[in-house]
C-alpha cells in the first residue's frame, strides 16, 4: 500500500464537496476540487508532417477518461498552443486554422468525450502562446512583446532572441488565435477555456514591466500592459456569449508578480479587472499553500511563499464575485478544507500529487484518505515534474476499465526503492534529452518507463 504525506490533524471533506457557481456562465462545477494544468507533451509531433503537428492521441483520451472518472469539479488541461510554433514544447496539442482538418477535428470531440466520460466533470481547455519562451527548436525568432531574450535558458533549453510584434499584429497573430482557439473546443464539446497568463509564457510577458517595453497601447502603464488580457476575453465573448453557459478563467502566478514586475497592489488591481471584464474564475499559485512537516525548504522557497500568502491573503477582500482557486502545495485534505473555510479562496488546485492517483478527489470527499500519495521529490520541482509526466505517460498505455484498478500501472513514488530505481533510470534519459537540448533539437514526448 503507498505511503501518505504526513497530516497534521484529520478533516472533514464536506467542505470540499460543496458546488461552485461562476459567476458569467452560470456553469456549476460539482466540488470545490479541480485538476490544474500538466503539460502532456504526448499529442502528435512529426518535423516532416507539420499539418499534423498537436493532435490529441487515443493515448491521451485514455488519460482524461480516467481523471474524468476520478471525480474531480473540474479538468484542466495541459498547455495547448493557440498556433503551430509558439510551443511550449513538442507534444503539445496544437490549435489553429491554418493546421485544420476533419481528422483535427474528430480527434478533438473524442477528446472532449473523454474529458467528459462522466458527465459530471466541467472539462477546461488551457490556451497559450510561448512568446520568448518558445525553445529555438521550434522558432529563431518568436514573437513577444518585446525583443527582450530570455539569458537564463529554461531548464538548459535555449530561446532565441524574439521580435517585437507590431501593434497591428497582435490582434490577427495573437487575439484571433486565442478567440479561434476558444471557438474550436466549445464546438468539440469541452465547457470552458482557461488564458494562460502564468509562468513567463507571452501573457505573462505583455503584463511585465521588465520584459514589455512596447510604448504603444499593450505597453507602459499596468492598464496597458493588462490590455491584450482583456481583449482576448471580450473577443472570446463576442463569439461565444455568456448564455451559452461557456466557462472563460485564467491563470495567474505571484512568481510572474514577483520578479519586480508587478507589486502586491498591482496584483489585485490586475484581478480585480480581470473580474470586471467577466472571467470566471482566477487560478493563483506561484507558490506552496500548505508546508509538510519535516520538509526542508530552500531560503528562496520561504522568500517565495510568503510573497504568494501576502497576495493571497488579500486577493478574496478585494474580489466580490470571480470565483478563486488557489493551486500549489496542496497534499492534504486539512490544508485543503482550511484554504476554503478560512475564505481566503472557493476550490483548490492540485497538480503533480493528481498523477500518482487519478482518484484521489474521490478518495478525498468519501473520506477514504487524508493525503496524497507521499513523493520524496515534493521540493525538487524537476525530478517531480518528470516523476509525473511518467505517470502521466503510464495511465495513457491502459485504456479506463471500470473493473480494473484506475491506478493500474502507475509509478508508486512513495516505494522508496522503486523511487530510487526510477530515479537512476531516469539520469539516463536526462543524459539523452540534454544533448537534444545542447543542440536546440525537438524533444517529444517524456521519459516512458515501466519497471518490469
Ligand atoms: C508535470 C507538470 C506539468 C505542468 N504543466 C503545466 C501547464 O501545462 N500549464 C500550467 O499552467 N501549469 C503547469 N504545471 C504547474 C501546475 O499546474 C501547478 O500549478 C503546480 O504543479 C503546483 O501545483 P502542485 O503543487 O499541486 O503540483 C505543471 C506542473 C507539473 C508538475
Known amino acids: 500500500m503507498s505511503r501518505r504525506f504526513p497530516i497534521k490533524a484529520t478533516a472533514n471533506p464536506a467542505k470540499l464537496a460543496e458546488s461552485i457557481t461562476f459567476p458569467t456562465s452560470k456553469k456549476t462545477a460539482r466540488n470545490r476540487i479541480m485538476k490544474a494544468a500538466l503539460t502532456e507533451r504526448v499529442a502528435t509531433w512529426n518535423p516532416e508532417d507539420p499539418l499534423n503537428n498537436g ?3 487515443q493515448e491521451l483520451c485514455n ?6 472518472h476520478g471525480g474531480y469539479g473540474m479538468l484542466i488541461s495541459g498547455n495547448t498552443c493557440i498556433d503551430p510554433i509558439h510551443l511550449e514544447t513538442a507534444g503539445n496539442v496544437i490549435i489553429h486554422e491554418s493546421i485544420d482538418s476533419p481528422q483535427r477535428r474528430a480527434a478533438f470531440k473524442q477528446y472532449a468525450a473523454a474529458f467528459k466520460a462522466d458527465p459530471k466533470n466541467l472539462a477546461i481547455v488551457q490556451l497559450n502562446s510561448g512568446g520568448r519562451q518558445t525553445p529555438l527548436a521550434y522558432c529563431e525568432h518568436p514573437i513577444a512583446p518585446s525583443d527582450i531574450q530570455l ?19 497582435i490582434k490577427p497573430l495573437i487575439i484571433d488565435n486565442f478567440v479561434y482557439a476558444a471557438k474550436y473546443v466549445y464546438e468539440a464539446g469541452f465547457d470552458g477555456v482557461q488564458i494562460h497568463v502564468a509562468h513567463g509564457f507571452l501573457l505573462a510577458q505583455f503584463l511585465s514591466e521588465r520584459i514589455n517595453n512596447r510604448t504603444d497601447r499593450y505597453g507602459g502603464s499596468l492598464e496597458n500592459r493588462a490590455r491584450i488580457v482583456l481583449e482576448i476575453y471580450e473577443a472570446i465573448r463576442e463569439i461565444i456569449p455568456a448564455e451559452t453557459g461557456f466557462i ?10 514577483d520578479s519586480g ?12 479587472e480581470f473580474e470586471r471584464i467577466g472571467y470566471d474564475f482566477i487560478e493563483f499559485g506561484g507558490g506552496a499553500n500548505e508546508v509538510i512537516e519535516g520538509e526542508i525548504r530552500a531560503a528562496s522557497t520561504i522568500k517565495r511563499d510568503a510573497f504568494y500568502l501576502e497576495v493571497a491573503k488579500q486577493l478574496r477582500s478585494s474580489l466580490d464575485k470571480i470565483i478563486l482557486y488557489f493551486t500549489g502545495g496542496f497534499r492534504t485534505v486539512h490544508g485543503m478544507v482550511s484554504a476554503v473555510e478560512s475564505g481566503l479562496c472557493d476550490g483548490v488546485g492540485i497538480g503533480g500529487p493528481t498523477a500518482s492517483e487519478f482518484d484521489l478527489p474521490a478518495k478525498i470527499l468519501s473520506g477514504q484518505v487524508q493525503s496524497a500519495i507521499f513523493n520524496p521529490w515534493n521540493q525538487d520541482y524537476g525530478l517531480r515534474k518528470y516523476a509525473c509526466n511518467t505517470q502521466m505517460w503510464q495511465a495513457q498505455q491502459t485504456p479506463y476499465d471500470p473493473n480494473v484498478d484506475i491506478n493500474a500501472g502507475l509509478l508508486d513514488v512513495s516505494d522508496e526503492a522503486a523511487a530510487e530505481k526510477y530515479k537512476k533510470a531516469l539520469l539516463v534519459y536526462f543524459a539523452k534529452i540534454s544533448e537534444a537540448n545542447k543542440k536546440s533539437l525537438p524533444v517529444h514526448g517524456v521519459f516512458e518507463y515501466q519497471d518490469i
Open 151 to 169: 539569458t537564463d535558458a529554461r531548464g538548459g533549453i535555449a530561446c532565441g532572441k524574439p521580435r517585437a510584434l507590431e501593434t497591428d499584429e
Open 63 to 68: 488519460m482524461y477518461e480516467k481523471y474524468s
Open 248 to 257: 472563460i478563467g485564467l491563470k495567474v502566478t505571484s512568481a510572474d508578480f
Open 261 to 272: 514586475d508587478v507589486k502586491v497592489d498591482d496584483a489585485l488591481w490586475l484581478c480585480k
Open 55 to 57: 493532435i490529441p492521441t
